[in-house]
């Protein structure tokens, strides 16, 4: 490998401090030293895993109640929370005064209705992406959480939490890239995404990702992710969106696309984004690319790597970036810069943490219901046109900015 000397380059490392400052701040626990008492309504594989993450934050976090329609589910959540209260009716949780907040991790179809219930019983709210399952919800969900200024929704795109994220996103901001005109992304696997199911009446409720009465599909379901990191790495949203796709290879009776491709256009920033799905091919699996004219970033869940352009390396040289977390610049066999952070926790990790502050202190989460409606829109946008065969114009009713202040 070749390796040259780094110079830091202090205004692109203090975003880096401040950052770590900001977690340090989140194991800040309640100003009267009370945990967070949650309840978790839906226990599936991303309840469970939430609450495995809460596990890890004994400091922050207890479990007062699980809920469940499914008994199966909630006979597995009570094995991992013993101490926890059951119940298969979610306004149980919300009628519990004990209850601080609640984690929502229901099928797509149901986040509006039970996250506008936890509001209006006056609960905090971490609300599994996408928020809502079409833009009216995204919109109406807005408002009414806009008349409950002192109860926190936040939104489970969890990398706007993950220090490799920010440091991509600095690093964007702070020009290393350039001007960004292109962003590439894919997130394929090879599998039916079909679960097994212990008797067919139970089909719809465990397989409802394939239903499109439940489910957004790909776009919602993995997408979103990538899609609310463009939003916030450059302030944005998409302007106009054309998508394609068909149930092109699992013929099993599925109504949401196994294959799925959408070019999202951004107007103000110059920017075309390609988002691409497939279940029939796992090679690329998660890909994530910047395209800019200094320079490019690959990105992965727990791994980046720069790839600065020809032209930008007579600057690199002379005036090398501290962001990438090295001493030195080390290439990889490809000619570009491994971005390091360090050991990196789930991401869940660091939003579970995020949550807890700002519930705490009352403060806005960095994933809000307001970027969350602002990707929401995006996805339903998406499925628009994927089963209308059109091109979905941003409009101004999308345009919800939280008050001023906040």
Known sequence: MIRRNFIKNIGITGGSLLLQSNIAKALTPFADGRKLNVGVIGCGDRGTGLMHVMKQLPDQYQLGMVCDVLDFRLENARKL??????????????????????????????????????????????????????????????????????????????????PLYHKVKEMINKGYLGKVTQIDCRWDRNGTWRRPVPEPSLERQINWRMYKEYSGGLPAELLSHQIDFVNWAFDTHVDEVYASGGIDFYKDGRETYDNVQAVLRYNKDGMIGNFGATCANSHDGYLFKFKGSKGSISLLVDQAVYYPEKKALETLHETVDGVTGATKIIWDKNGGIPIETGPLKDGS???????????????????????????????????????????????PAYDLKPPMGV
């Open 349 to 395: 990790w660091y939003a579970l943490m995020d949550f807890h502050k700002c519930v705490s202190s009352l403060q806005q989460p960095s994933s809000n219901v307001y970027t969350g409606a602002r990707t929401a829109i995006t996805v339903g946008m998406i499925n628009t046109s994927l089963f209308g065969h059109t091109i979905q114009k941003w409009t």
């Open 81 to 162: 929370m013993p101490a926890a209260t059951t119940s298969k009716d979610y306004k149980k949780v919300l009628d519990n005064k004990n209850i601080d907040a609640v984690i929502i991790s229901v099928p797509l179809d149901m986040h509006f209705q039970i996250a506008q219930d936890a509001l209006n019983a006056g609960k905090h709210i971490y609300l599994e992406k996408t928020m809502t399952y079409n833009i009216q919800q995204a919109i109406e969900l807005v408002n009414l959480s806009r008349s409950r200024p002192r109860q926190i929704l936040q939104v489970g795109h969890q990398y706007r939490y993950t």
